[in-house]
């Protein structure tokens, strides 16, 4: 699994490739978090458009990044493109949670 992180206007987008799954989260949590802490904005956005799979440790991840970005004042979404997987996210109201966007441009306007 591999991190990339950009900052397009005022929003930091941290996008995930690969599995983002329990086998594959050692070390990521503290590399997300320091990317959030250490970020010169106050806007984030997780694109899990490029994610093979996304388990419940992924979910617990993104959970944590969300509560890291709200305790600093900031705003907070998720992109996710696969059908599947954005059913998960509303099946257990995530959703009520955070924003979830279809697209990076939708996103970023919105956050």
Known sequence: M???TRVINDVT???V???FT???LDGVRDILKNAVTS???AKFLVDLSRAKH???S?????VS?????VSQQGKFGVIVHDDEAKEVFYTIGLNKLFPIFENEIQAIKSV
Do not use: P, Q, R
Not at 65 to 69: C, M, Q
């Open 2 to 4: 591999k991190i990339e």
């Open 13 to 15: 987008v941290l996008t």
């Open 17 to 19: 490739h690969g599995d």
């Open 22 to 24: 329990f086998n594959y």
């Open 39 to 41: 970020a010169s904005t």
């Open 54 to 56: 996304i388990d419940s």
């Open 58 to 62: 992924g979910l617990g991840t993104i």
């Open 65 to 69: 990044i969300f509560k890291t970005v």
